[in-house]
């Protein structure tokens, strides 16, 4: 299945996450684990759209995600900053999810630049990713 | 906010519904109402794209649906007949959905022959109708 990127900008604008978690790592220099994803969900019936996405982006996962549940999944930083960030750059979004993209793509050229690693770093990290995502209704 | 097409089909992919109702009704010949309609449902913070939507088809409304939700709907046989359903066919759906598109276009062009007027028609009707959403999640 070929997907053009109007076809992939539109589904997302629909169906897709930009996401920043951010957990205690008692290992992190700033004693906090950093995790940007991207993802996209789906009933397990149309996984095949799942496998698309994964080919179109050249990178990330496929995996169960909840139940009868699957989720398409992009967590490396390399990936997320050379393919996904750029696609939306060139493919804007239309929805007000585009807010949530361009807070994501700003933390993580912070976490590039190793800002994640400071306490403070992580302080704006946490104070941007708080702002994101809050229309959603799912 | 204008929209191509690649977009829109990959939208209605991820939101989209075909939806066909059909309702006890005295006043017709068969005792039934047949009620084809295309919706997108979108949080009211992203009316502006219902809004484009329907600029892009050329017909339907833009209307509160529950709470904080609202809903571009076609419901006019004619206008699905001649907008809705030629875009679809020229612009596939790409999930699953496209099966309900299917039968969903079967039903607008039964009714465009008259069939929802006949028992048997209607019959034949609800049992395509029954097939229909059943992968829907929401």
């Not at 698309?52 to 997320?80: I, P």
Request: hydrophobic residues 35%; aromatic residues 8%; proline residues 3%.
């Amino acid at each position: 299945m070929n997907l053009d990127s109007g076809w992939i900008t539109g589904f997302v604008d629909g169906e897709g996450c930009f996401y920043v978690g951010i957990n205690p790592h008692e290992e992190m220099s700033a004693g906090y684990q950093v995790l940007p994803e991207f993802t996209v969900v789906q009933h397990e019936r149309d996984v095949q759209i799942l496998h698309a996405l994964k080919a179109s982006f050249g990178c990330g996962v496929v995996r169960k995600n909840h139940g009868d549940r699957m989720a398409y999944r992009v967590r490396s930083l390399e990936h997320l900053l050379e393919r996904i960030v750029p696609f939306f750059e060139k493919h804007p979004l239309k929805s007000k999810k585009r807010q949530d993209f361009i807070k994501f793509r700003r933390i993580v050229r912070m976490m590039e630049a190793g800002d994640h690693l400071t306490e403070d770093g992580v302080e704006e990290i946490r104070r941007i990713a708080g702002q994101m995502n809050r229309g959603s209704s799912r």
